[in-house]
């Protein structure tokens, strides 16, 4: 019997969790019978109700998973984290608890599975959302993919069903901030993406706010694209040439025509403060990426646990991940 993981992060989600848990638990009995199901929460430290109902799912359903972090690592890191748990032959990505991915397309991710595609993508062709975000994400996943090396297909998320050996290609990306739809994009492997209506959420607030989503937007475009740096190397060559011609041609205008020649107090201050704000912004530029070096070359674990229900043994190792025959 094959087995199916299905890994879903939450946080301070009382009111959805045990709905997602009963919700693809009804799915697997019904169109997924052949199938054994392993279902892994990984909590990022809810304050509320959310770990102790998700003891009480664990406690009579050995199928269910759950990783307790010690404190809220982000829902990237904590999903890759719960990726390292995912021991089925198939794994679905990420289902929030929140269920605006609906569970009821996993039965047709693991068909087409079976046929032989090694990613099936969900793609949310339709958002139940404001115009406002659902133009920040159209301009978002337009900068990405001029920017990047990889093709982000845009509206495909982390609810993607993976295989086994797509799986151990992600694990072997030691990344402290995982960009998950990005890392599973730049593997490869034999994809078909399935468009779906995103729901609007039913209960609870989101915990993605404005900060959040511009960080995991900041985080894919300078961990998957050159393009700030190649931007700032030829802006200042641009700028370099500009201020040479233009001292050129000061210096002939003033020779031609003393009169005509610009002077005064004003050019100095708009070319001191377009200079500036230029330097500013990249260094800026320079700084995420030093950051980003900086945290990767610190090491340390992904996430920190604090408890682990249902589970034997550690995670994997992603540096083992490596040396393992695909499946």
């Given at each position: 019997m094959k087995t199916i993981s299905i890994v879903s992060p939450c946080f301070n989600e009382e009111d959805n969790v045990a709905t997602c848990y009963e919700t693809v638990k009804a799915i697997f009995e019904k169109d997924?019978?052949?199938?054994?199901?392993?279902?892994?929460f990984i909590d990022n430290a809810s304050s509320d109700r959310t770990v102790e109902i998700l003891r009480e799912i664990a406690k009579k359903d050995q199928d269910v998973k759950v990783v307790v972090n010690a404190r809220n690592f982000g829902v990237?890191?904590?999903?890759?984290?719960?990726?390292?748990?995912?021991?089925?032959?198939?794994?679905?990505v990420m289902l929030p608890v929140d269920?605006?991915?609906?569970?009821?397309?996993?039965?047709?991710f693991v068909e087409l599975w079976e046929k032989g595609y090694d990613v099936v993508a969900g793609a949310r062709s339709t958002r139940e959302e404001g115009f406002v975000m659902r133009?920040?994400?159209?301009?978002?996943?337009?900068?990405?993919?001029?920017?990047?090396?990889?093709?982000?297909?845009?509206?495909?998320?982390?609810?993607?069903?993976?295989?086994?050996?797509?799986?151990?290609?992600?694990?072997?990306?030691?990344d402290h901030y995982p960009y998950i739809r990005g890392i599973i994009a730049s593997c490869g492997f034999r994809r078909i993406i399935i468009p779906y209506v995103w729901k609007a959420r039913k209960s609870g607030l989101s915990k993605h706010s404005l900060m959040a989503l511009t960080d995991q937007a900041l985080n894919a475009i300078f961990s998957f694209t050159r393009a700030p740096m190649r931007f700032c190397t030829l802006s200042g060559l641009v700028?370099?040439?500009?201020?040479i011609l233009f001292s050129i041609i000061s210096t002939?205008?003033?020779?031609?025509?003393?009169?005509?020649?610009?002077?005064?107090?004003?050019?100095?201050?708009?070319?001191?403060f377009f200079l500036s704000g230029i330097q500013m912004l990249f260094i800026g530029m320079l700084g995420e990426y030093i950051?980003?070096?900086?945290?990767?070359?610190?090491?340390?674990?992904?996430?920190?646990?604090?408890?682990?229900?249902?589970?034997?043994?550690?995670?994997?190792?992603?540096?083992?991940?490596?040396?393992?025959?695909?499946?």
């Amino acid at each position: 019997m094959k087995t199916i993981s299905i890994v879903s992060p939450c946080f301070n989600e009382e009111d959805n969790v045990a709905t997602c848990y009963e919700t693809v638990k009804a799915i697997f009995e019904k169109d997924l019978p052949g199938y054994r199901r392993e279902h892994i929460f990984i909590d990022n430290a809810s304050s509320d109700r959310t770990v102790e109902i998700l003891r009480e799912i664990a406690k009579k359903d050995q199928d269910v998973k759950v990783v307790v972090n010690a404190r809220n690592f982000g829902v990237f890191r904590s999903t890759f984290n719960g990726l390292r748990y995912a021991s089925g032959d198939g794994v679905v990505v990420m289902l929030p608890v929140d269920l605006q991915d609906p569970p009821e397309m996993i039965p047709e991710f693991v068909e087409l599975w079976e046929k032989g595609y090694d990613v099936v993508a969900g793609a949310r062709s339709t958002r139940e959302e404001g115009f406002v975000m659902r133009s920040a994400r159209g301009v978002f996943y337009t900068i990405v993919n001029r920017l990047s090396d990889v093709w982000l297909e845009p509206s495909v998320g982390e609810f993607q069903l993976i295989d086994r050996k797509v799986l151990q290609a992600v694990l072997s990306h030691n990344d402290h901030y995982p960009y998950i739809r990005g890392i599973i994009a730049s593997c490869g492997f034999r994809r078909i993406i399935i468009p779906y209506v995103w729901k609007a959420r039913k209960s609870g607030l989101s915990k993605h706010s404005l900060m959040a989503l511009t960080d995991q937007a900041l985080n894919a475009i300078f961990s998957f694209t050159r393009a700030p740096m190649r931007f700032c190397t030829l802006s200042g060559l641009v700028i370099a040439i500009s201020c040479i011609l233009f001292s050129i041609i000061s210096t002939l205008l003033y020779f031609v025509n003393p009169d005509q020649a610009p002077r005064g107090t004003t050019t100095i201050i708009v070319a001191l403060f377009f200079l500036s704000g230029i330097q500013m912004l990249f260094i800026g530029m320079l700084g995420e990426y030093i950051t980003s070096i900086h945290n990767q070359v610190r090491g340390g674990p992904i996430v920190t646990e604090q408890e682990r229900i249902n589970i034997e043994g550690p995670a994997r190792d992603p540096a083992l991940v490596k040396d393992e025959p695909l499946a």
